[in-house]
């Protein structure tokens, strides 16, 4: 609980990049002791949420250019695997789930609620990868995501469009079981993606 409570706050931002996380703090802002705590702070540093520094303590992570881009070429190779067994391995259920998630997407797009969007948007993601029915690929993916999530630029117009076409044939190659097709979507998909975070990144840095 120590762990989902800390890292749900980085993710939300909650304390800011560099912010000092003493066990102090996060003892009386959760209520638990400082052996849990502790635990926790070191899990998410084998994550990249939290670093250590001698003689100081633990510092929120900074995540960088260098971050993003080595977590889409992650997710490049890896949802594509998951796209590929997800088409293999999908039933009815599955394919109306994720299409009850695109239509939301599809609904908050029209009424201009971009950043509700863009969570259904990574439900999905994380859906199609449970669909994969390979536990350790979900294992790692959630903390690849949930990185992701950290580092969560504001959505505009184009990036919430383009992903609806994209989630659109993902989805039917999944529902006629077209593994190869499915793999290379979602590749082509995670790297239109790469691309729009690496402009909004690198704009915002100049």
């Known amino acids: 609980m120590a762990y989902d409570f800390i890292k749900q706050s980085i993710i939300n ?30 899990r998410l540093s084998s994550e ?4 250590f520094i001698k003689d100081k303590g633990a510092f929120v ?4 250019l260098e971050d993003l881009l ?21 039933n009815k259920a599955l394919v109306e789930e994720l299409n009850g998630l695109l239509q939301k997407i599809k609904a908050c797009h029209a009424k201009g609620n971009l950043s509700q969007a863009m969570a259904y948007d990574m ?37 919430i469009s383009l992903s609806i076409e994209d989630h659109e044939r993902i989805l039917d190659a999944i529902e006629s079981s077209d593994a190869e097709q499915a793999e290379a979507i979602m ?7 790469k691309k729009y975070h690496f402009d909004k990144f690198y704009l915002l840095e100049r």
């Not at 990249?48 to 670093?51: I, N, Y």
């Not at 080595?70 to 391995?89: D, H, S, T």
């Not at 350790?136 to 630029?153: F, K, N, P, Q, W």
């Not at 590749?187 to 993606?193: D, F, N």
Request: aromatic share 6%.
């Open 187 to 193: 590749r082509e998909h995670i790297a239109h993606s």
């Open 48 to 51: 990249g949420f939290v670093v």
């Open 61 to 64: 992570a900074q995540i960088g």
């Open 123 to 159: 439900e999905f993601h994380r859906r199609l990868i449970r669909g994969s029915k390979n536990t350790r690929l979900e294992a790692i993916m959630g903390v690849v995501l949930d990185l992701i999530s950290c580092m969560a630029y504001k959505a505009d117009e184009d990036i």
């Open 13 to 42: 931002n909650e304390f800011p990049a560099d912010a000092t996380l003493t066990e102090t703090l996060l003892c009386n802002k959760y209520g638990f002791s400082r052996t849990p705590v502790r635990e926790a702070l070191h």
């Open 70 to 90: 080595q977590n889409y070429e992650i997710r490049e190779a890896l949802e594509g695997m998951a796209a590929k067994l997800c088409a293999v391995r999908s």
